[in-house]
């Protein structure tokens, strides 16, 4: 039968027949079209249930009975003697009413705790409050876990932001261990910021946002050591310390936990409050707030691919450029200069390049003032012989780097001149052409007898050629040295 004549067979709403399928009482097939096929027994279970819970017994007593667990006769016999607890409740009840009534006494005038004491004599004490008198619990699962994964958002891009401003670390290189320390610096940062925001604000960015704060059981700020105890909770109970199978569990039981309405670990000695309303105003300042992060950490990772030394430098100083340059792009085969533009020795297992043929390198040749300023380089590299290499193109990019952006008034932001030409040292390595960047006049040449260049960064030999030969230099000279 459909959903629709179970309803009317039944007595009972959809919305009624779907919570008791969901807690297990049914397992209806499907039809071919998808839709549920509700037989005779799903029609009987759901009377006893409609029965059972008119007479005021538990759907986890309903289970028991239905499994076999609880035969009916106990489960009748418990239920009576709760009928009759209740009757016993009621009559008290009653009794205290008469009693009110018949003493005609105004409100004002109401002696409140002689009638309590009377009814803490009843069995069982006196009875609880109704829940509906109590201010609800925040549950809001995905809410939290959203705002929960902002603030650790935020942390992470601080971090990042001082990783390349202060350290100047190329984190679009980082390792694993490099990301797993990430998020060990973030959680840090979690632990040592959240109790902070707790204690002078009442909640944190992501919380904000979505309209939550924390107080404690006092209505009052969180203090700071209250606030890391609560931080440190959620971090071991909600998060399960980031180790990952361990994480990924705790969550999903702090999500079923909080969806039930249980107190989480963390919330022995707190309370998280709701306030809705200004959701635009929140998500709007919550997206500011990430772009003003995420500026931070776009001029962080400008300032840290700047060369250390600026303005009219000298051959040693463009040499540190350049090597300060080659760690941050290219730190596990990068080659290094001598402060006097010779290539230095290969320090440990050496690493075979293929920028170059086998290890050779391409030579520098500097110009320089009378006061010392250097006003030029050339890279210059030849190759001979019938076989394959690598055109460089790594040391021409890093050395326009270390000269070209090195030159007086160039600005952090300021990378558009020198990107062109490296993209089209990149797309096209033996390409020659001739650009001005930043009042520095660069020439690149090429030519080549019998090699095919063709493949780009790859340089073949041609069969059947007796003449192998390739040249290139890479001029750099400031304009106003002429």
Known sequence: ?????????????????????????LSPERRENGYRDYSE?????????????LLGVSLADIKAAKD?????????????????????????????????????????DLDAQRYLDELSRRPGGAPDLPREDAEPKVTSPIRRFLARWMDLTVYSLLWDI????????????????SEVLAGIIAVLMMLFLEPLLLRVFGTTLGKWVLGLSVTDREEERLSYPAGLLRTWNVFLYG?????????LYRLWKSYKACDQGETLPWEEDSALRLREGKVLLRVGSFVAACLVLIGGLSLGLAAAQRPPHRGEIT?????????YLAAYYDPETASFLNQDGSWKEPEGTMVISLDGVGLSQPELHFTEDGSGRMTGVTISFRAEGDTFFVVPTTVRILATLAFAQAQPGVGLLDRDAVNAVIDRIQSN?????????????????????????????????????????????????LADAG
Not at 239 to 247: E, M, T
């Open 1 to 25: 039968m459909t959903i629709k004549e179970i309803e009317a067979l039944s007595g009972m709403s959809r919305a009624n027949i779907r919570y008791y399928e969901t807690e297990g009482f």
């Open 41 to 53: 027994e799903d029609l009987e279970t759901l009377k006893r249930i409609k029965l059972l819970r």
């Open 68 to 108: 076999g667990s609880l035969p009916l006769e106990e489960l009748m016999t418990r239920r009576l003697a709760g009928i009759a607890g209740e009757r016993t409740a009621l009559s008290q009840s009653e009794a205290v009413c008469r009693e009110l009534r018949e003493a005609q006494v105004r409100y004002e």
């Open 162 to 177: 001082l990783l390349t401003a202060v350290f100047r670390v190329n984190i679009s290189q980082r390792s694993g261990g």
């Open 239 to 247: 998060l399960g310390l980031n180790i990952p199978i361990v994480h």
């Open 315 to 323: 051959v040693a100083e463009f040499c540190e450029n350049y090597n």
């Open 429 to 477: 390595p033996t390409e020659s052409f001739q650009e001005t960047v930043h009042g520095v006049e660069i020439s690149s040449k090429s030519s080549f007898v019998g090699y095919s260049g063709d493949s780009g960064t790859f340089i073949t030999p041609l069969e059947g050629t007796d003449t192998y030969l390739f040249t290139m230099d890479y001029t750099m000279t």
